[in-house]
């Protein structure tokens, strides 16, 4: 397999093979570069790992697609967490980020399901109550 067919599989995987999530992923992996990031594709949870941004993710990183974007947030619970935050952008495609943003003024943080789906302690949130 070539290097260009195998990292076009390597996005189909991270896009969890969804169209919509494919899509994202491949402008991730390019708003990653303009913002200085290296990319590496991780195999156990099939995602990309882009490290060293100078900024455009929000808290400790933010995953568009199947791309996790970070200045170096990368411990195994983390990629973890954000990969299931993949799997929710192919299961909602282009409306995850509205849905993911309505959740968030409603429920904040820890109460976001979003967040809760993926794992709090993974992602390095506290628990409510």
């Known amino acids: 397999m070539s290097a260009a067919a195998s990292r076009r599989e390597q ?18 992996l390019r708003y990653a570069q303009l913002w200085g990031g290296t990319a590496r594709f991780d195999d156990e949870f099939s995602i990309f ?11 400790g990183g933010t995953t568009f697609g199947g791309a996790y974007l970070t200045a170096n947030n990368t411990a195994r619970r983390v990629l973890r967490h954000e990969a299931i935050h993949a799997d929710q952008w192919a299961r909602f495609g282009l409306t995850f980020p509205f849905r993911y943003i309505v959740e968030e003024a409603r429920h904040r943080g820890s109460a976001n ?16 109550g």
């Open 11 to 28: 996005i189909r995987r991270a896009g969890r093979g969804k169209w919509q999530s494919v899509s994202v992923t491949r402008l991730a």
């Open 49 to 59: 790992v882009c490290t060293g941004l100078r900024g455009g993710f929000g808290r």
């Open 113 to 128: 399901r979003f967040e809760i789906e993926a794992g709090l302690a993974d992602g390095g949130y506290r628990p409510t």
